[in-house]
Each structure stands twice: as C-alpha cells, then as structure tokens.
C-alpha cells in the first residue's frame, strides 16, 4: 500500500512539473530593483516666458537599464521657485516668471528616490 501511495504522489509531482513546463513558470523572477530616478529631459531645461513643458520621469533599475516607470501616477513635482515655474502632477512645466529654479521629482518605492531639472525661463523671443 506504501508503494503505490508513494507513485501517486511521484505522479502527481511530474505532472506538476509537467504543467508548469508546458505552460511557463508562474513564479517568474521579480524585476530588477529600482536604484534612482531620471527626470527627462535633464539636467537643464530652457523654456521661454508663458509657454510649458511635459516633463517624464525615468527609473534606473539594479540592471543598469532605464525604463519608463511604473507607476507614474505616484511621483510628486515641486517647483523650488513658484514665481518662476508652476509644475502640475503630471509634471507638465508652466513658465511663469524669468530666472532659474529646479523641479524636484520624488518617487517612494519603498523607499524615496529624488531627482531634480534646472529650469530656467527667459523672457518670450
């Protein structure tokens, strides 16, 4: 009776194995681990006076790759200098004011990764 419990359960084990083999491994590896954040474009943006400007944020994987990031929806903008820049929370740069300033971009995956673009503005051509 213990032999023929023990080729059920070899049984079952192959054809486990089996379905999994033919169907791909469900336990897939998780993605490479996000070491930093890029703002793109950067690191100096010049715009003129009144016009705007997307901004993307960009992370750096464990891997040495840079892929879109994801879960864009989770990244905060600030503006270091509202008389000068206005950024929305999609990242979309308003010019406001004449000068330089910086948009920091922060993402917190688990923990909170920062990048920041020089902005500056110059007056309409």
Known sequence: ?????????????LALAMGCAACGDLRSAPPP???AISISPGP????????????AVLELN?????????SPAS????????TRVLVDMT???TAVGTGTTYVVAA??????LVDSVRVDVASSR
């Not at 100096?44 to 901004?55: A, K, V």
């Open 1 to 13: 009776m213990a032999a023929r419990s023990d080729l059920r359960s070899n049984l079952a084990q």
């Open 33 to 35: 681990q996000v070491v």
């Open 44 to 55: 100096t943006i010049d715009i003129n006076l009144g016009t705007t400007h997307p901004l």
């Open 62 to 70: 464990a891997a040495g790759q840079l892929v879109a990031i994801a």
């Open 75 to 82: 990244v905060r903008f600030t503006s270091r200098d509202t």
């Open 91 to 93: 990242g979309m740069l």
């Open 107 to 112: 993402w917190d995956s688990p923990r909170t």
